[in-house]
């Protein structure tokens, strides 16, 4: 890993901007703890450039978060709808500052600062991870240059947050298929059975599967349906299993969490299944 840049003493930023991409790109190549490369990235760009403040803020539940920095104290929270960064947060594009006491909302973090950029970071989703904020204590010290030189660093640390996200994606995709395998095949099980029972226990089944999520099938009002007993019996120790791993997960929204266990509530207490003579609902033959 390079230990120092190598730049051109020049003026012209956007020469600057093309050698240390590279060379940060390297720096930060094969270390996976994202603050420390922030940390270094932020480092490079000071040493470049001599900019007065150089930071990331990072998206934390309702506010950005401050984290690697270069410069002098910051503030430590903002929320989305205020200062420059939440401007930039909330718009989703880079926002040029030249003097950021004439800026609506402006964060006095610092009273040397005079102009700044920020410019959005966003993740695999599309969605802003995090913020890069850029300091001067010049007035209008800012143009394009540095948007689309800046940009480039953005573009790495987007890299570096795809990785990271990436492992953790791919362990929970392969467990959530693994146990969707498993769903299938006990509902294609049950599905044989209950044609051999009676067509309408199989259709029954049939919209449970197709609609490939048994929360819909909660949603239904099978109370009033007068489902063969036997075929009723087997898919309610089916179902049973199935509500029972679908609360073990962890990713799923509150309110389907909640309908899951309404569903799981009515076939504990033998709601869900009719006796074929009245339609009343009947608790007999059951068994946990």
């Given at each position: 890993?390079?230990e120092?840049l190598a730049?051109?003493?020049?003026?012209d930023?956007?020469?600057?901007?093309d050698?240390?991409a590279?060379?940060?790109?390297a720096?930060?190549?094969g270390e996976?703890?994202?603050?420390?490369n922030?940390?270094?990235?932020t480092?490079a760009?000071?040493?470049a450039f001599g900019?007065?403040?150089?930071?990331?803020y990072?998206k934390?539940?309702n506010?950005?978060?401050?984290s690697?920095?270069?410069?002098s104290?910051a503030?430590?929270?903002?929320?989305f709808?205020?200062g420059?960064?939440?401007?930039c947060y909330a718009?989703k594009?880079t926002?040029?500052?030249?003097?950021?006491d004439?800026?609506?909302?402006?964060?006095?973090?610092s009273?040397a600062s005079?102009?700044?950029?920020v410019?959005?970071?966003f993740?695999?989703?599309?969605?802003?991870f995090?913020v890069?904020?850029?300091d001067?204590d010049?007035?209008n010290?800012?143009s394009?240059t540095d948007?689309?030189?800046?940009?480039?660093i953005?573009?790495i640390?987007e890299?570096?947050?795809?990785?990271?996200?990436?492992?953790?994606?791919?362990?929970f995709c392969s467990?959530n298929n693994?146990e969707r395998?498993?769903?299938d095949?006990?509902?294609?099980?049950v599905l044989g059975?209950?044609?051999?029972r009676?067509?309408?226990?199989?259709?029954?089944a049939s919209a449970?599967?197709?609609?490939?999520?048994w929360?819909?099938?909660?949603?239904?009002?099978?109370s009033?349906r007068?489902?063969?007993?036997?075929?009723?019996?087997?898919c309610?120790?089916?179902?049973?299993?199935?509500v029972?791993?679908?609360?073990?997960?962890?990713q799923?929204?509150?309110?389907l969490?909640?309908?899951a266990l309404v569903?799981?509530?009515?076939?504990?207490?033998g709601?869900?299944?009719?006796?074929g003579?009245n339609?009343?609902?009947?608790?007999?033959?059951?068994?946990?």
């Amino acid at each position: 890993m390079a230990e120092s840049l190598a730049f051109s003493k020049t003026l012209d930023r956007q020469k600057i901007y093309d050698e240390i991409a590279p060379q940060i790109e390297a720096l930060v190549s094969g270390e996976t703890d994202l603050v420390a490369n922030l940390a270094n990235i932020t480092a490079a760009l000071r040493e470049a450039f001599g900019f007065f403040w150089v930071g990331f803020y990072i998206k934390k539940e309702n506010q950005l978060v401050l984290s690697a920095f270069q410069g002098s104290i910051a503030c430590t929270r903002i929320d989305f709808d205020k200062g420059v960064c939440g401007h930039c947060y909330a718009t989703k594009q880079t926002v040029i500052v030249p003097n950021v006491d004439e800026f609506p909302g402006h964060i006095v973090c610092s009273s040397a600062s005079k102009s700044e950029i920020v410019l959005p970071i966003f993740d695999k989703s599309g969605e802003v991870f995090a913020v890069l904020d850029v300091d001067s204590d010049k007035l209008n010290d800012f143009s394009r240059t540095d948007a689309s030189g800046l940009r480039k660093i953005v573009q790495i640390v987007e890299k570096l947050i795809a990785e990271i996200e990436a492992p953790k994606n791919a362990d929970f995709c392969s467990e959530n298929n693994g146990e969707r395998r498993r769903t299938d095949n006990e509902l294609r099980r049950v599905l044989g059975f209950l044609r051999r029972r009676t067509r309408r226990a199989f259709d029954a089944a049939s919209a449970f599967c197709r609609h490939d999520a048994w929360i819909d099938f909660a949603c239904l009002d099978y109370s009033q349906r007068k489902l063969h007993l036997p075929a009723a019996l087997f898919c309610r120790r089916l179902c049973l299993r199935v509500v029972r791993a679908f609360l073990c997960r962890t990713q799923q929204t509150r309110d389907l969490q909640i309908s899951a266990l309404v569903f799981y509530q009515r076939l504990q207490n033998g709601f869900l299944y009719a006796d074929g003579q009245n339609g009343r609902r009947s608790q007999a033959g059951f068994r946990k």
